[in-house]
């Protein structure tokens, strides 16, 4: 299985600030590669496929690049609303894997 | 427009059964759905998906003990878990994707099942 490792797990940021949270795969693959935000209580919400393709309807501050075994997500200038958790996902297959989460604090 | 409602969580005892429903509406019927869980402030893992009927995958962590299946009649799906343990404890959601390479592009709001004596 393709392990994927967030980092870093926890980021403390103030409104206006670019974010990079970055997640790195075990093995190299074919960017299959989605970001979630999640916020407490709440499912989690599809922002970016295919490692750099937003999701319909997801401000285009939010955007993702990488390829191969390292990829990002960007948030610039972070707004109230982003403060949540943030997941990386692979789908290259039948056996999905998370990143570990990265928090988004309010500095 | 795509809605996934979840139920059938409960509390169940270590050893015991549960089954699990989502209820699916707004896509056809042949997409990928999945089983996606959430332990208690823990992240999320992935669980199952079924492509189609005889298609069906699974994390090492449930294989065995749990089996996904559809019913096309009732826009159904269900995930029957055998064999809970204390670490199946967790919020379990239902997402459309994760067949076909394509990621998980809406959720249930999720059904929370308790394995505990």
């Known amino acids: 299985d393709i392990q994927m490792t967030q980092f870093p797990s926890t980021l403390s940021a103030s409104v206006g600030d670019r974010v990079t949270i970055t997640c790195r795969a075990s093995e190299s693959f074919n960017n299959r590669l989605a970001w979630y935000q999640q916020k407490p209580g709440k499912a989690p919400i599809l922002l970016i496929y295919?490692?750099?393709t937003l999701q319909s309807g997801v401000p285009s501050r939010f955007s993702g690049s990488g390829s191969g075994t390292e990829f990002t997500l960007t948030i610039t200038s972070l707004q109230p609303d982003d403060f949540a958790t943030y997941y990386c996902?692979?789908?290259?297959?039948?056996?999905?894997?998370f990143g570990g989460g990265t928090k988004v604090e309010i500095k | 427009e795509v809605q996934l409602l979840e139920s059938g969580g409960g509390l169940v005892q270590p050893g015991g059964s549960l089954r699990l429903s989502c209820v699916a509406s707004g896509f056809p019927p042949n997409h990928a759905v999945s089983w996606v869980r959430q332990a208690p402030g823990k992240g999320l893992e992935w669980v199952s998906v079924i492509v189609s009927d005889d298609d069906t995958y699974y994390a090492h962590s449930v294989k065995g003990r749990f089996t996904i299946s559809w019913d096309n009649a009732k826009s159904t799906l269900y995930l029957q878990m055998n064999s809970l343990r204390d670490e199946d404890t967790a919020m379990y959601y239902c997402?459309?994707?994760?067949?076909?390479?394509?990621?998980?592009?809406?959720w249930g709001q999720g059904t929370l099942v308790t394995v505990s004596s």
């Open positions: 996902q692979q789908y290259d297959g039948y056996s999905l894997t």
């Open positions: 997402a459309k994707g994760g067949g076909a390479y394509t990621p998980f592009d809406h």
């Open positions: 295919k490692a750099s």
